[in-house]
């Protein structure tokens, strides 16, 4: 439900800022960060949610990459600009704008990224 609404913050562009995003996979991804959150945002807008290093692409990212790379013939791309949400910089005030119900249950949402970075953390819900 989170990326959903980010998704829907980057349309109304209440969420994130247009910047280069790596078009190789996050070594974190094969970690349990990875496994816990899955590797593709369900969306074909092109777009990246870094989760504390953990780059998170939607599938119109992967698509728009294929699009680039058949048009620089025989390059290599490495990255793209497309707009990234930093989950650090999420601010409840913002979610709010996009969906009032995320609000609630963000703080549990946030410790189970906190954990499954596998950070050592006191935040507490």
Same mark, same amino acid.
């Given at each position: 439900?989170?990326?959903?609404?980010?998704?829907?913050?980057?349309?109304? +562009?209440?969420?994130?800022?247009?910047?280069?995003?790596?078009?190789?996979?996050? $070594?974190?991804?094969? +970690?349990?960060?990875? *496994?816990?959150?899955?590797?593709? !945002?369900?969306?074909?807008?092109?777009?990246? !949610?870094?989760?504390?290093?953990?780059?998170?692409?939607? #599938?119109?990212?992967? *698509?728009?990459?294929?699009?680039?790379?058949? %048009?620089? $013939?025989?390059? +290599?791309?490495?990255?793209?600009?497309?707009? !990234?949400?930093?989950? %650090?910089?999420? *601010?409840?005030?913002?979610?709010?704008?996009?969906?009032?119900?995320?609000?609630?249950?963000?703080?549990?949402?946030?410790?189970?990224?906190?954990?499954? #970075?596998?950070? %050592?953390? %006191?935040?507490?819900?």
């Amino acid at each position: 439900r989170f990326e959903a609404v980010v998704v829907q913050g980057v349309r109304r +562009q209440l969420l994130g800022a247009v910047k280069p995003v790596p078009v190789m996979p996050c $070594k974190l991804q094969k +970690q349990k960060i990875g *496994r816990v959150l899955g590797d593709e !945002i369900d969306t074909e807008e092109a777009l990246a !949610i870094d989760y504390y290093g953990y780059v998170k692409k939607s #599938r119109g990212f992967k *698509r728009l990459v294929q699009e680039v790379g058949e %048009n620089q $013939k025989g390059k +290599q791309v490495k990255m793209i600009e497309v707009p !990234i949400v930093h989950f %650090n910089s999420v *601010r409840l005030e913002m979610l709010a704008k996009v969906a009032l119900d995320v609000v609630a249950d963000f703080g549990k949402f946030k410790k189970a990224v906190l954990d499954a #970075r596998e950070f %050592n953390h %006191n935040y507490k819900v």
